[in-house]
């Protein structure tokens, strides 16, 4: 069974990728590896991007889907739900929920503050919930 949680975000800023960030760096420190699902590949990149900012104490090894070795490194960026690898861990920084979610063990979501995105983030938190999903909500 899944456990999801979603972040309620407190900025009109897209902090969701900031906090994703945070989340990534956590599960690679306790050696879950990771699987990121953005909305676009533009949005994969610019998290790729904040992930080098990352201080070097907090530095995660990743790559973009279909890059880097051939057995994977800890955290793999994907924007399309047919990318995503079976890992314990996946952050969704995309507007939908990912077919098989039960595949995860941990599931990260996130609720703007545009209300257009919030409406989207109370679709999947009632599709994660009719899945069976464990479900948690905190204030990031």
Known sequence: MSQVTFYQLSDEQ????????????????????????????????????????????????????????????????CWQAGQLSRRPVLVN??????????????????VPVAEEAKKAARIRYKQFQQAGCHMQFKSA
């Open 93 to 110: 920084l995309s507007d939908t929920m990912p077919d098989n979610s039960q595949r995860f063990q941990q599931i990260f979501d996130f």
């Open 14 to 77: 897209d902090a969701g990728p900031n906090l994703a960030c945070a989340l990534i760096a956590d599960a690679y420190s306790t050696k879950r590896k990771c699987t990121v699902l953005c909305a676009s590949k533009a949005q994969a990149e610019a998290l790729d991007d904040l992930l080098w900012q990352l201080p070097s104490n907090r530095f995660v090894p990743h790559n973009m889907a279909g890059e880097g070795p051939a057995a994977g490194t800890p955290v793999e960026i």
